[in-house]
């Protein structure tokens, strides 16, 4: 059985029609606003992409993709993609997108490796975006101020969602979000795991952005891993916020500064990949090929489930879950799509 939990007393407010009709109020809200913010165009994805371009997102290194081979082309070997991260930024480099216009689309994987869970599924959803930006962008000044834009998006959506479904109101975000570094989490929660600090911060500040995640703390150990070959560490993050419906820290989205030639050398030396330098998308970066940009993720189904108070992700999207899991869902009152 996946590892479920069940609120006490729980019951989802809404019925299947008035769910799915939230929920694509939710999407197309969002969408139009985030589009409107951060000067995106929409564009196409693709599904899968040939491993010999290096365009797939590795993720922590653990996670192995889906790959097949096609009947009539046994050259290539392809990958379900497991984010957009590189490709978003191979897109804006074969377009000559201008500094600060760019990029957004609809991310849809599948992770066969997930730990499903209330909030994780074997399908994910996002929506993928990616802005070209200058070499003076390069700084956390820059990296705040376009997550302050994405926060006072979802504030604007919270508020739409609200008045349409005033029955949903149990607790809102703060007006600001609160900017935290992993060290400082570290330093402020030293007795408590990665994932117990950011529960007690979300829950004292509502929302938080924990930058700087990947590279290694004074305890020795890094927060959470981290692919070393988009983000710069030094100038990524999360935002996270607390979800009175689980009781817990709930991520929406993370995103970051994408590596120069200098952080992509340091830090696949850190991670022991140095393999991925001869990769075609690699070998770009070191040699200027690709703009500065700052992208990310932002989580479709999670959005969902926070704006809409559900409990599983199961519903707010179609996936596939054991029957042990399903029964609990049922004998819960947790209705999966």
């Known amino acids: 059985m996946a590892k479920t939990v069940f609120p006490s007393g729980y019951s989802g407010q809404l019925n299947y029609i008035e769910n799915n009709e939230a929920i694509k109020f939710v999407k197309d809200t969002f969408e139009a606003s985030l589009r409107s913010t951060l000067n995106l165009t929409r564009v196409s994805a693709p599904l899968f992409v040939d491993v010999k371009t290096g ?6 290194g653990v996670e192995l993709p889906v790959a097949f081979t096609p009947a009539n082309a046994d050259e290539l070997e392809l990958q379900i993609i497991q984010s957009l991260a590189k490709w978003k930024r191979y897109t804006l480099a074969q377009n000559n997108f201008k500094v600060h216009s760019g990029i957004y689309t609809d991310m849809n994987a599948i992770r066969k490796d997930e730990v499903l869970d209330n909030i994780h599924s074997l399908y994910v959803d996002q929506w993928d975006w990616e802005v070209v930006i200058s070499t003076l962008d390069r700084n956390v000044r820059f990296l705040k101020n376009t997550v302050d834009s994405i926060y006072q998006t979802i504030l604007d959506v919270e508020h739409a969602i609200l008045i349409r479904y005033p029955m949903l109101v149990d607790s809102k975000l703060p007006k600001k979000i609160k900017y935290i570094t992993t060290q400082e989490l570290l330093d402020m929660f030293p007795g408590e795991a990665p994932r117990e600090r950011e529960k007690l911060a979300c829950k004292e500040f509502g929302a938080i952005f924990l930058m700087k995640i990947g590279g290694t703390l004074t305890n020795g150990e890094s ?4 692919a070393p070959d988009y983000d710069d560490w030094e100038l990524n993050g999360d935002i996270i916020v607390w979800n009175q419906t689980l009781e817990d820290a709930f991520e929406l989205s993370s995103m970051g500064i994408r590596v120069n030639n200098t952080a992509l050398e340091r ?6 990949r140095e393999q991925l330098l001869e990769l075609p998308y690699h070998q770009s970066i070191l040699a200027g090929e690709y703009p500065y940009s700052i992208g990310g993720g932002i989580g479709q189904s999670r959005l969902c489930m926070y704006f809409l108070r559900k409990a599983h992700i199961g519903e707010v999207q179609s996936s596939v879950w054991d029957q042990e899991t399903i029964d609990a869902c049922n004998k819960h009152h947790v209705k999966l799509l």
């Open 267 to 272: 830090q696949v030396k850190l991670a022991n």
């Open 223 to 226: 927060h959470d891993k981290r």
């Open 55 to 60: 365009l797939n997102d590795n993720l922590t």
